[in-house]
């Protein structure tokens, strides 16, 4: 592993990404911050009422997918804002 990719991941903002399964843009970005190495923490909203609500609350929105990156929102799967908030050019 390279010293930039060590950095990165040392330094890498807490992401949460709630999510429900049928939801093929959840699915997209899940897929994308795999590939780019982004750790991250699913939170299944259609199983979780409590999660549910939280989404609801950081994001003003009831639709999926919400993605917080360090306590910024990006509501559905904006490429260029998540890479943008995660600093991937």
């Not at 991941?9 to 780019?36: D, G, M, W």
């Not at 609801?56 to 260029?80: C, E, L």
């Amino acid at each position: 592993m390279s010293k930039q990719n060590e950095t990165q991941k040392k330094q890498q903002k807490r992401v949460i990404i709630f999510t429900t399964p049928s939801c093929p843009h959840c699915n997209h970005a899940k897929r994308y911050l795999r590939e780019r190495g982004i750790r991250f923490r699913d939170v299944d909203v259609s199983r979780d009422p409590a999660a549910a609500r939280d989404m609801i609350r950081r994001s003003g929105q009831q639709g999926v997918p919400v993605i917080d990156i360090g306590g910024k929102i990006v509501v559905g799967f904006n490429k260029a804002e998540v890479d943008r908030l995660l600093g991937l050019h």
